[in-house]
């Protein structure tokens, strides 16, 4: 049986840090609030002339030189991202082009924060297949270009960054199984009011801004979370106790903590960025992977399970062994 491994992680966050003391001066908030009811005490910030695809260009050298492999070795690019550069061509060609790639299928998958997991599935796929030996899989966005800067209900929350894993075939076991699922009942309840075929033609785009109902988002993703991460351990017959690590979304510490107390796993399993990255959407889950690999905490052999959950709904969870 060929399963896909990671072979190599990288990252990439912005230079500029925004913490919390900085958004007291942008709008009526705190750091108290902002730590106590989401985790998160900074977030980078990319520059205006940075685009998604040059986010995701550090991340994917990082993680070419962490597999050991060169660009030329690259056969598949896939990227999640709720933030391209543009609406077409779609990142994955951006990103071939500026890597000097040349001829390999690249594409983007959409599914807002879940976007890596989602990607991560399908380049699984290929290369279980054995369509493709050396996958780019990324997890990418500018959040801060569509946030309003005057709304604290969402401003304190979101940051930027990217994440990259590098995807070979091995006899070895590395990508158990994958778990996508999606519920589009709840488009309203977390979304961006433009796009290309709805009301892109407005010259003035007053609400052009993320939507979001906190409260109804949180009480579905904590519900969510918890299932899709049981739905992997059960599906392989894994005891909940027999998990290494859990890499989650890093939307919110709350909801990181609810879901780790379903698994019954301690915090001390539970890698978590939020407090330094925000909720980095697509990026969020690949940042914290390679975070905790390349500070030594993930080992070679561990167990890790990957969840997320985003717009849409969207969620996923994927059981590996790193
Ligand atoms: N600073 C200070 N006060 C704020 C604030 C901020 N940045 N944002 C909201 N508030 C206020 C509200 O106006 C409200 O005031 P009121 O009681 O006078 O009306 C109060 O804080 C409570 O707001 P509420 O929305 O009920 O807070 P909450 O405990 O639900 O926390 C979130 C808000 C957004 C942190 C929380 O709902 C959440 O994390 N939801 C999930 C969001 C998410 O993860 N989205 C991405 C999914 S991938």
Redesign the pocket.
């Known amino acids: 049986m060929i399963y896909s491994r990671i072979a190599g992680t990288g990252r990439y966050l912005p230079e500029r840090v925004l913490t919390n003391a900085d958004l007291e001066k942008m709008v009526d908030?705190?750091d108290e609030?902002?730590r106590t009811?989401?985790g998160v005490e900074r977030r980078h910030i990319a520059a205006d002339e940075q685009s998604t695809s040059d986010l995701c260009l550090e991340a994917a050298r990082q993680a070419f030189d962490a597999a050991g492999v060169t660009k030329d070795d690259v056969d598949l690019i896939v990227v999640g991202t709720t933030t391209p550069d543009l609406l077409f061509p779609n990142i994955g060609t951006l990103i071939q082009e500026k890597l000097d790639i040349h001829g390999c299928p690249a594409f983007s998958v959409e599914a807002a924060?879940t976007g890596f997991l989602y990607a991560l599935s399908t380049a699984d796929k290929f290369v279980r297949a054995g369509e493709a030996k050396c996958a780019l899989v990324v997890g990418a966005e500018i959040l801060s270009k569509i946030v309003d800067w005057k709304d604290?209900?969402t401003c304190?929350?979101f940051g930027d960054g990217a994440g990259a894993v590098i995807l070979q075939p091995s006899e070895e076991q590395g990508i158990i199984s994958t778990h996508l699922g999606a519920d589009g009942q709840y488009k309203d309840l977390?979304y961006y009011p433009y796009g290309a075929s709805k009301e892109l033609h407005k010259t003035h785009l007053p609400d052009a801004k993320i939507m979001?109902k906190?409260?109804e988002?949180?009480k579905v993703?904590v519900k969510t979370l918890g299932g899709v991460a049981e739905e992997a351990l059960r599906k392989n017959n894994i005891d909940k106790g027999a998990l290494d690590w859990l890499v989650p979304?890093q939307?919110?510490l709350r909801?990181i903590q609810a879901t780790a107390k379903r698994l019954g796993l301690p915090m001390e399993k539970v890698i978590l960025t939020v407090q330094d990255h925000g909720?980095t959407s697509a990026a969020s889950v690949p940042l914290a992977f390679d975070v905790a690999v390349r500070d030594g905490r993930i080992q070679r052999g561990q167990l890790v399970l990957m969840e997320a959950?985003?717009g849409g709904f969207t969620w996923g969870s994927a059981l590996l062994r790193y």
């Open positions: 908030t705190s609030w902002i009811r989401t924060c604290r209900t304190v929350l977390l979001m906190g409260n988002v949180f993703a979304h939307a919110n909801i909720n959950f985003g």
